[in-house]
């Protein structure tokens, strides 16, 4: 079975330190992964994706994630944190079980990222 | 427009009541989705539509009835829901290609069920 994991229910950092909130996989093959963000009352926004290439992949708002394939995982990470980044924040596998023009995700428990000023 | 846009916002409605859901994009889509979200958890798949066709429906209950009757709409027909249904509903598109294809998603309609 595909899965993802989040360790982390919350993640606390001050503003202008670096974060960095974990995601870890479980995928039979060449893994499909995604990082979505959810600000409150919102739908999720895609912030950036690993298909196959550099393990170091770039996002928006200046996020990015580092795939790594002998600890499987796939860690999102920032240099310097602002306040407006506080939200909830769900990584994701492709299911591969299922193929013919659509993605079906499956989201990780989700991590809630508080920045304090 | 790269926006998917979901109405209403925000639903209350009775355990007798027929309602609906609608979800509309005009970025040239062809893969659409109903997801579920309860508070602090993540989305939870219903339907997938893909091409106008259902192709995946994830064992929900006949009270929820999705609709795709053109490639920029997606509707999710209501009744007799259940308090236990009371939930963030999100649409979402994506791109024909598939596999690695992000997916896009509206604000959601907050459905409460008294």
């Known amino acids: 079975a595909q899965s993802v994991a989040q360790p982390e229910d919350q993640v606390n950092v001050a503003e202008g330190n670096p974060l960095t909130v974990k995601c870890t996989y479980s995928?039979?093959?060449?893994?499909?992964l995604f990082w979505y963000v959810q600000y409150p009352n919102r739908g999720l926004q895609f912030l950036l994706k690993?298909?196959?290439?550099?393990?170091l992949v770039k996002g928006s708002y200046g996020f990015e994630a580092e795939f790594n394939k002998s600890q499987t995982s796939f860690h999102l990470k920032k240099p310097s944190a602002l306040v407006s980044d506080s939200a909830l924040y769900f990584c994701?596998?492709?299911?591969?079980?299922?193929?013919?023009?659509?993605?079906?995700?499956?989201f990780g428990a989700g991590t809630r990222l508080a920045v304090h000023p | 427009d790269t926006e998917v846009t979901q109405t209403p916002k925000h639903l209350v409605m009775g355990m007798t009541n027929k309602k609906s859901l609608k979800c509309e994009q005009h970025?040239?889509?062809?893969?659409m989705y109903w997801y579920k979200q309860k508070a602090k958890k993540p989305p939870e798949l219903m339907f997938v539509?893909?091409?106008?066709?259902?192709?995946i429906n994830e064992s929900v209950p006949s009270r929820f009835s999705p609709e795709c009757p053109n490639s920029s709409l997606l509707n999710l027909h209501l009744h007799a829901l259940q308090p236990e249904d009371s939930a963030l509903y999100l649409c979402?598109?994506?791109?024909?290609?598939?596999?690695?294809?992000?997916?896009?998603f509206g604000s959601g309609t907050q459905l409460s069920v008294l």
């Open positions: 979402a598109s994506s791109q024909p290609g598939g596999a690695g294809e992000k997916l896009f």
């Open positions: 995928v039979s093959g060449n893994p499909y």
């Open positions: 690993y298909i196959t290439g550099d393990n």
């Open positions: 994701a596998v492709r299911d591969r079980m299922f193929s013919g023009g659509y993605n079906k995700l499956i």
């Open positions: 970025m040239g889509h062809r893969a």
């Open positions: 539509y893909s091409y106008e066709k259902l192709s």
